[in-house]
């Protein structure tokens, strides 16, 4: 393949999570969204970047309004971005958050690529895919499954929806949840080919699957999901330790509960993983969850838009060496708008459009050839 003549489709993954639901009313208050966290966040330590705020371009919006999405994508595609990857939540045949994305399908607007990403998590109030203090359990069947589908067929033929050699892409971020996920496969394809689509081109996060390669279960592809967080200690114990004492001293920040990390030490922990199979990346742009979970949030300390474009452009440099072809050529960012996860490209009070310049740049560097 003559990597000289590919061209690159960045895509960001798009958290709806910014009007209000009944299950977030009824577990977290009325009128929760993702701002609510966002906005009560404290600093924690001196110099920690809390609370974020929202630029004055983008303000606290509210995704009731069709609108916001429309602005949203003029803003990603003035950046160079291709399209947006939707987090698609389904429980046993209940959708939510799903507002965004049925104003999207009815309307027409934004008119700009999508996908999207089946976050096949338990609802917790843990923020981190942990079963415990459920608010709704992730359940599967094989009638579901074939509901499932036959709703995601429907969308597929959406002209704007995402292929990869005309084939519509979807995401299954834990695969391994899935109980037969060779079956879930098999029977997904079968139906498309029995409704006259085009076979999904399935992708597999591996965010949750160890070194094993999800090929074998029938995916056609697989997202090197980042962050990669399992690669730091201790990021599940909220208890005080010694090492967390050391490790904070190192940032000048005197503490044993907090869990803080150098940004560019956990990027280059996961820049260098290694896999035995070639898979999209995908680049994460900061990480604080402490507006979720408080005192027991992980921090990364030290994130700037250089940083950000440096890393960015290794993993590139990576892709560029997968046997793959020409269509496959999906590059992930994570993420548009994680903003109670401090992940977010969208413009904040401190950066502005920082962050969004630098991947412009590197999309501009990657993508300026003349076809």
């Not at 950046?79 to 049925?102: Q, T, V």
């Not at 067929?153 to 959406?158: A, G, K, M, N, R």
């Not at 409704?195 to 697989?222: C, M, Q």
């Not at 502005?352 to 991947?359: E, M, N, S, V």
């Amino acid at each position: 393949m003559d990597d000289i003549k590919k061209k690159y489709r960045f895509v960001s993954i798009y958290l709806p999570q910014f009007h209000p639901i009944p299950e977030n009313d009824k577990a977290w208050g009325k009128g929760f969204t993702e701002w609510t966290n966002v906005k009560k966040s404290k600093s924690l330590f001196w110099g920690h970047n809390q609370p974020r705020v929202p630029h004055e371009s983008v303000g606290y919006y509210d995704l009731r309004d069709p609108e916001v999405m429309v602005k949203q994508a003029e803003m990603a595609k003035s950046h160079g971005l291709h399209g947006f990857a939707f987090y698609h939540y389904w429980f046993n045949g209940k959708r939510l958050l799903n507002l965004p994305i049925d104003n999207l399908l009815k309307t027409g607007k934004p008119d700009f690529p999508f996908y999207l990403i089946w976050a096949n998590e338990t609802w917790s109030r843990r923020w981190l895919g942990e079963e415990k203090e459920i608010i709704l359990k992730q359940t599967y069947s094989e009638d579901d499954n074939i509901r499932h589908m036959n709703w995601l067929l429907e969308v597929f033929s959406d002209p704007r929806y995402i292929r990869i050699n005309n084939r519509p892409v979807f995401t299954i971020y834990r695969p391994t949840s899935i109980p037969n996920i060779e079956k879930f496969v098999e029977t997904f394809k079968t139906l498309s080919i029995k409704n006259n689509v085009e076979e999904p081109y399935l992708i597999a996060s591996n965010s949750n699957t160890g070194n094993e390669d999800p090929r074998k279960w029938g995916f056609d592809g697989i997202l090197n999901f980042e962050p990669q967080l399992g690669v730091l200690p201790y990021i599940l114990d909220d208890r005080k330790l010694k090492a967390k004492f050391k490790n904070n001293l190192s940032f000048g920040i005197i503490s044993n509960k907090l869990k803080v990390y150098s940004y560019p030490k956990a990027k280059e922990m996961m820049v260098n993983r290694e896999f035995d199979y070639p898979y999209f990346p995908c680049s994460f742009v900061d990480w604080d969850n402490s507006p979720r979970r408080g005192n027991n949030g992980i921090i990364l300390k030290g994130a700037t838009p250089q940083l950000f474009a440096k890393y960015l452009r290794q993993l590139i440099e990576k892709f560029k060496n997968m046997n793959l072809s020409d269509d496959e050529n999906l590059i992930m960012i994570n993420a548009w708008n994680e903003w109670a996860e401090s992940n977010y490209l969208e413009p904040d009070k401190k950066n502005g459009f920082k962050y969004l310049d630098a991947l412009k740049e590197v999309i501009d560097e990657v993508n300026s050839f003349e076809e």
